[in-house]
């Protein structure tokens, strides 16, 4: 794709969702949740039910890898465990997804600002984006610390596109998952879909604006949406 295609794109803010949508980071967390589970002298669980729990945060992913009837106290000392771990092991595996650098740098050389909206602790989500070597990408990141409210509460969306100056209309959230859909719904912002990610399923509930298969689709949508319709691609 020619540079100058992008040049008057239509949406002019990327919000990216982070584990399942830019990151395959699977492996690594699947690591993480059975060592906690060894840890607090549990046995593994399979890995497919591990990436089930993942998109709501690390509190929320510690409650279900522990189960119902485990105590606060032990979710708690669990939590603090697999944060320890995972930020040793946050980047034994995890890869960008196909296409995804190349997206990222055609809408940075065609001046769309992107940030990253994640439910990930922040200071691990802008440790493995600098080290996959993308952070620059973007001009902000949240992580699921940075507000007292997690995704699907708009909170963050809203402050991106305070810090942004870019309204509503020409702002778009990129995710895998329910979850990010249902945040961009709150927001009053466009919805794309992942079918790579960690829960492309809950996209068939929550109906994103737009589907894609490969992150390098993304710029034929930010430059001319109307060309793009979710019923050609499901």
């Given at each position: 794709?020619?540079?100058?295609?992008?040049?008057?794109?239509?949406?002019?803010?990327?919000?990216?969702?982070?584990?399942?949508?830019?990151?395959?980071?699977?492996?690594?967390?699947?690591?993480?949740?059975?060592?906690?589970?060894?840890?607090?002298?549990?046995?593994?669980?399979?890995?497919?039910?591990?990436?089930?729990?993942?998109?709501?945060?690390?509190?929320?992913?510690?409650?279900?890898?522990?189960?119902?009837?485990?105590?606060?106290?032990?979710?708690?000392?669990?939590?603090?465990?697999?944060?320890?771990?995972?930020?040793?092991?946050?980047?034994?595996?995890?890869?960008?997804?196909?296409?995804?650098?190349?997206?990222?740098?055609?809408?940075?050389?065609?001046?769309?600002?992107?940030?990253?909206?994640?439910?990930?602790?922040?200071?691990?989500?802008?440790?493995?984006?600098?080290?996959?070597?993308?952070?620059?990408?973007?001009?902000?990141?949240?992580?699921?610390?940075?507000?007292?409210?997690?995704?699907?509460?708009?909170?963050?969306?809203?402050?991106?596109?305070?810090?942004?100056?870019?309204?509503?209309?020409?702002?778009?959230?990129?995710?895998?998952?329910?979850?990010?859909?249902?945040?961009?719904?709150?927001?009053?912002?466009?919805?794309?879909?992942?079918?790579?990610?960690?829960?492309?399923?809950?996209l068939l509930i929550d109906t994103?604006?737009?589907?894609?298969?490969?992150?390098?689709?993304?710029?034929?949508?930010?430059?001319?949406?109307?060309?793009?319709?979710?019923?050609?691609?499901?």
């Amino acid at each position: 794709m020619e540079l100058r295609s992008l040049m008057d794109p239509h949406y002019k803010l990327v919000i990216f969702d982070l584990d399942g949508t830019l990151i395959d980071s699977k492996l690594d967390l699947a690591h993480a949740v059975n060592a906690t589970r060894t840890h607090m002298a549990l046995g593994p669980l399979s890995h497919e039910l591990i990436y089930s729990y993942v998109g709501n945060g690390a509190p929320v992913l510690i409650r279900r890898a522990l189960g119902n009837e485990a105590s606060q106290a032990d979710v708690d000392a669990a939590l603090e465990y697999f944060l320890s771990y995972y930020r040793e092991h946050k980047l034994d595996y995890t890869v960008l997804y196909p296409g995804v650098r190349q997206s990222l740098d055609e809408l940075r050389d065609a001046g769309v600002r992107m940030a990253v909206l994640t439910n990930k602790p922040f200071r691990i989500s802008r440790e493995i984006l600098d080290g996959l070597g993308v952070g620059p990408h973007f001009f902000q990141v949240y992580g699921g610390n940075s507000f007292e409210q997690k995704k699907p509460d708009p909170v963050g969306i809203h402050a991106l596109l305070v810090e942004s100056g870019i309204s509503a209309l020409e702002a778009m959230m990129v995710g895998d998952s329910g979850v990010d859909i249902q945040t961009a719904r709150n927001a009053g912002i466009a919805a794309v879909g992942c079918s790579w990610g960690f829960q492309p399923e809950s996209l068939l509930i929550d109906t994103p604006d737009y589907l894609i298969e490969n992150m390098t689709e993304l710029a034929g949508i930010v430059r001319s949406p109307s060309t793009v319709r979710l019923d050609a691609i499901i």
